[in-house]
């Protein structure tokens, strides 16, 4: 059904496998063909599934390849946004909702789309949005990692392994607010909202299938301390190496293994 894209090299860190492609159209093409398949597997067993999305451009090239391959039935899949800025309009660019919104959503039509408000009150929002998330297990996350090492908002000391919230407020590492920039999703720094959303490791953890991609650059010294430094809060990517089916996506520019 699809061509296999020959990879640079693949290997095991702890339990988290890693596929080094060459470059970011080939990881796009690596993990949507992995991505398809396993929706489609359980969508064979399972009459609706849950898949929550990050929004960054290293999630571009894969979004890119769902949104063009027809072989998921969107009709049974309930789609969700891991994380948004606080007092950001969705309608706004650089808001999360808006992205996924605009390259995804839009043109394959889930079942339900249930996107983090930015707009609401944060606290009556967290609440609204844990119950959305506790109706239900949520089968698959796409996620990426950040240049300091955060996957959603959870970020270095602030990420807690056994946090007890399901979605929470935090404020945004100045790194992490200028990969915003980095990436071209804001002119400056003081455009960067200095607060989020995000839901939290303990949820990315519960999925049964989670699907990371990181390239660039950019990434390549957070990826290098997910991979090989200790498994610590102050790297919040490294908890990855202990999910029991995660697939790490890199290119030749952001492999620091």
């Not at 519960?206 to 990434?219: E, Q, R």
Request: charged share 25%; hydrophobic share 40%; glycine share 6%.
């Amino acid at each position: 059904m699809y061509t296999n894209v020959e990879l640079v090299k693949s290997f095991r860190v702890g339990q988290l496998q890693v596929k080094v492609c060459y470059n970011r159209v080939d990881l796009g093409i690596a993990s949507g063909q992995d991505i398809i398949r396993k929706i489609k597997e359980l969508l064979s067993k399972q009459e609706e599934i849950r898949v929550v999305f990050a929004s960054a451009p290293s999630q571009k090239d894969t979004i890119h390849f769902l949104r063009t391959t027809a072989d998921i039935d969107w009709s049974r899949v309930v789609v969700f946004n891991m994380d948004e800025y606080i007092g950001l309009a969705r309608d706004t660019p650089g808001s999360f909702g808006q992205y996924l919104n605009h390259n995804l959503f839009e043109k394959v039509k889930p079942k339900k789309v249930q996107l983090i408000d930015g707009m609401n009150d944060p606290a009556k929002e967290c609440d609204r949005f844990t119950g959305l998330l506790r109706k239900s297990p949520i089968d698959v996350i796409l996620l990426g990692i950040g240049e300091n090492g955060h996957i959603a908002f959870n970020e270095p000391d602030i990420a807690d392994f056994n946090d007890r919230e399901i979605v929470k407020i935090v404020d945004l590492d100045e790194k992490s607010r200028m990969q915003q920039v980095h990436d071209k999703c804001f002119k400056s720094i003081h455009d960067v909202p200095h607060q989020a959303l995000t839901i939290t490791i303990p949820v990315i953890f519960s999925a049964k299938y989670l699907f990371c991609m990181a390239p660039g650059k950019n990434k390549k010294d957070a990826v290098r301390k997910v991979l090989t430094g200790p498994i610590t809060s102050r790297v919040p990517g490294s908890v990855l190496r202990n999910h029991p089916d995660c697939i790490l996506y890199l290119d030749n520019l952001s492999n620091g293994y």
